[in-house]
């Protein structure tokens, strides 16, 4: 892409960069990313700035100095830590930088709480703006999920998205704001992913080139599904509605016994060169599966039969809570009507009557109710932090840290670092490849802001 075409981004709260990755696609280039989670920082680092050859070549890097670190354009740290450094915050505000990205944690926001030292997720957006004001970047995009459009209390005046709009409306030289709703799906990537994001175009450059907000909330839908004009500041949609790409696409390398076709989704993900990847080794990465116990997989197989029947697995929880007896007869009712045996996609059959199937669901019942099986023939569900939520269509078992990468959108040289998952009281400060995957921007999604960018700065 031609130097006219390229913007200079800073990317804050990075994770393991599918923001980053869609901007480079699309002709970024970073100056800073600051990433507060070594494992996901190792990830970005990787894929996006330079090979990590060794573990204690990493472990070197993560006790370097904040200077140090900074120059090298990736901070393995709190974004406080870069504030607290104001030759730092003159040296990137000298840099003239075109864009401040990324997703603060806003839960806890409040226009009114700026200061509240109690509440660090308060802290976290203010910090965010903070080096907006320091900086004036032209163009801020802001990124969180959609639940930021309810109020998170009752004594809450207005949402958190409301609010966090008027304070980058009021933040350093001033910005004009367009809040949109934004879905992955729209913009080419296999996965329902609806979130929200604040668009913010510094003032002066709104006003010399007479670019507006709509003042309200835009959502994004399919080409062929929109009744109007785009506004300025939201992103265009890429893909029509029989274009978009499902499981099957998405897997179609991937599935047993596959024929290996290749599809313009595949042929995507597969040309790492594209997506100005660091790492160039080839191959798929990350495309481990789990080892599952007898009975989990079971459990699995009984989900895919019960799928066949167009029936939710939430069933098995719902008969988890009764008396056996009461379950059995709810069950067996459930199932009288069905067409059996009932069989797994592979032919395997697991009941051949109404009451084999009763049975088999109250030997494998369970309180869990957030696991069902993904349908080939749709776009994924939104991708999460935890790996055993959803289970594969075809084989019994959930799916690798690639087939959720490939629902996101990242490209198969895309290398994700550091342990694969971990649990309990670990998943408050780890971040392994499966919360990599689940709490990062779709890069195809971060292509077309990317593109927006590029249209308004031009």
């Not at 892409?1 to 970073?30: P, Q, V, W």
């Not at 003042?215 to 839908?221: C, Q, V």
Request: charged share 20%.
């Amino acid at each position: 892409m031609s130097k006219s075409n390229t913007f200079s981004y800073i990317d804050l709260f990075a994770g393991c960069g599918g923001l980053s990755l869609g901007f480079e696609r699309s002709g970024g280039k970073l100056v800073l990313a600051v990433e507060r989670s070594p494992m996901a920082a190792e990830t970005f680092s990787h894929n996006l700035i330079a090979p990590v050859v060794s573990t204690a070549e990493w472990d070197k890097y993560v006790n370097r100095s904040v200077s140090d670190q900074v120059h090298d354009g990736l901070l393995v740290r709190e974004l406080k830590f870069l504030l607290d450094e104001p030759s730092l915050v003159t040296e990137l505000a000298n840099l003239n930088i075109d864009v401040i990205a990324g997703g603060p944690p806003c839960q806890g926001f409040s226009l009114a709480g700026r200061r509240n030292p109690e509440d660090l997720r308060n802290q976290l957006p203010w910090q965010f703006l903070d080096l907006v004001s320091s900086v004036s970047p032209k163009v801020v995009v802001i990124e969180n999920v959609v639940g930021m459009r309810h109020k998170f209390s009752a004594d809450q005046t207005e949402p958190v998205f409301d609010q966090l709009q008027q304070a980058l409306r009021e933040t350093g030289a001033g910005y004009v704001v367009q809040g949109v709703e934004v879905n992955a799906m729209h913009y080419g990537a296999p996965q329902h992913r609806p979130r929200l994001m604040i668009i913010g175009l510094r003032a002066d450059i709104a006003s010399s080139k007479n670019l507006a907000s709509t003042g309200n909330l835009w959502k994004s839908d399919f080409l062929d599904n929109l009744t109007a004009a785009v506004p300025d500041l939201a992103p265009i949609p890429s893909v029509r509605a029989d274009q978009s790409p499902t499981l099957s696409d998405a897997l179609a390398d991937l599935l047993p016994d596959s024929p290996k076709l290749k599809n313009p989704f595949i042929e995507e993900v597969k040309n790492s060169s594209v997506w100005g990847l660091s790492n160039q080794s080839g191959g798929i990465k990350n495309h481990v599966k789990r080892n599952h116990t007898k009975q989990a997989i079971l459990r699995f197989e009984l989900y895919q039969a019960l799928a066949s029947f167009g029936l939710d697995a939430k069933i098995v929880s719902k008969a988890a809570v009764l008396p056996e007896n009461q379950a059995k007869s709810m069950l067996q009712t459930k199932f009288g009507s069905l067409a059996f045996p009932a069989k797994t996609p592979n032919g395997k059959t697991v009941a051949k009557t109404a009451t084999e199937l009763a049975d088999l669901v109250w030997e494998l019942r369970t309180k869990k109710h957030s696991q069902r099986v993904l349908p080939l023939d749709k776009v994924a569900r939104t991708v999460v932090t935890i790996g055993d939520d959803y289970v594969h269509p075809i084989e019994p078992r959930t799916f690798t840290v690639r087939e959720l990468a490939r629902f996101q959108g990242f490209p198969d040289g895309f290398e994700f670092r550091a342990k694969e998952t971990t649990g309990g009281l670990n998943r408050r400060n780890e971040v392994p490849q499966y919360s990599q995957v689940g709490n990062a921007v779709s890069p195809f999604l971060a292509k077309s802001v990317g593109e927006l960018i590029n249209r308004l700065l031009k």
